[in-house]
Antibody
Framework: QVQLQESGPGLVKPSQTLSLTCTVS??????????WSWIRQPAGKGLEWIGR???????NYNPSLKSRVTISVDTSKNQFSLKLSSVTAADTAVYYC???????????WGQGTLVTVSS | SYVLTQPPSVSVAPGKTARITCGGN??????VHWYQQKPGQAPVLVIY???DRPSGIPERFSGSNSGNTATLTISRVEAGDEADYYC???????????FGGGTKLTVL
């Protein structure tokens, strides 16, 4: 059974860079035809897809966030990471990592981690 | 970009059938996925590719997709089905997935 776990600072100052890591267990991040995604959810609001990385390392991002987002993978640690630069209060949300298929169907999710942007 | 429209709320009595819709331009030509999210928990995939169920999801959950509307149907609704439900499609024009705004299912 694949499991995902997000980790990273819960508080980030405005204008700084948010950095999160997702550790995958129960399977290799580099095996199979899977995508590794980041999705976020502001309190009381809906889900917003941030971006994803394929096992080959290719990425695609939400156009609305593309200029500020970088997703990378570390196969040696079975982890993938999110960096979101120049954050504002609008980036405060629960951030989820997930494993999904070609059309974005996310079978496995992390439990989510709350990131608050505040000085 | 592509927009998915869901009703903000749906209410249903226990034992009855709940239908949650997801509207989009020619959504019938796309593959639709549905997620259930209970308070404080991560979403759970309940339907993928319009009507397939992941293992462990009860047969009471079913999906359909045609024309401009996709529908998640929950038969014999139970109190434990009370949750937010989100539809999702892949928007090929922008090359990323889109989520609907979510529907809160209340079991009366």
């Amino acid at each position: 059974q694949v499991q995902l776990q997000e980790s990273g600072p819960g508080l980030v100052k405005p204008s700084q860079t948010l950095s999160l890591t997702c550790t995958v267990s129960g399977g290799s991040i580099s095996s199979g035809s899977y995508y590794w995604s980041w999705i976020r959810q502001p309190a009381g609001k809906g889900l917003e897809w941030i971006g994803r990385i394929y096992t080959s390392g290719s990425t695609n991002y939400n156009p609305s966030l593309k200029s500020r987002v970088t997703i990378s993978v570390d196969t040696s640690k079975n982890q993938f990471s999110l960096k979101l630069s120049s954050v504002t209060a609008a980036d405060t949300a629960v951030y989820y990592c997930a494993r999904d298929g070609y059309y974005g169907e996310a079978y496995y999710w992390g439990q989510g981690t709350l990131v608050t942007v505040s000085s | 970009s592509y927009v998915l429209t869901q009703p903000p709320s749906v209410s249903v009595a226990p034992g009855k059938t709940a239908r949650i819709t997801c509207g989009g331009n020619n959504i019938g030509s796309k593959s639709v996925h549905w997620y259930q999210q209970k308070p404080g928990q991560a979403p759970v995939l309940v339907i993928y590719y319009d009507s397939d169920r992941p293992s462990g999801i009860p047969e009471r959950f079913s999906g359909s997709n045609s024309g401009n509307t996709a529908t998640l149907t929950i038969s014999r609704v139970e109190a434990g089905d009370e949750a937010d439900y989100y539809c999702q499609v892949w928007d090929s024009s922008s090359d990323h997935p889109i989520f609907g705004g979510g529907t809160k299912l209340t079991v009366l």
